[in-house]
């Protein structure tokens, strides 16, 4: 089988999955990554999965 790939398309996905996103600091990180959750899938139309979500609460949390 043989493709080809669109790089204006590449560009515009690339574009839709990186969202800037406001991770909470207080309260817990079930409750942040419940949060980060919401805010990803409302701008990206896409759910993360709870790995990427503690890696990214995580990391705005410097742990």
Known sequence: MKFEINPQAL???EKQL?????VPRDGSEA??????????K????????????????RKARGE
């Not at 409750?31 to 990803?40: F, G």
């Open 11 to 13: 560009r515009d996905l």
């Open 42 to 57: 409302q701008k990206t139309g896409v759910e993360l999965d709870d790995d990427a979500l503690r890696g990214i609460v």
């Open 18 to 22: 990186t969202q800037t996103l406001q």
């Open 31 to 40: 409750d942040a990554m419940r949060t980060v959750k919401e805010q990803y």
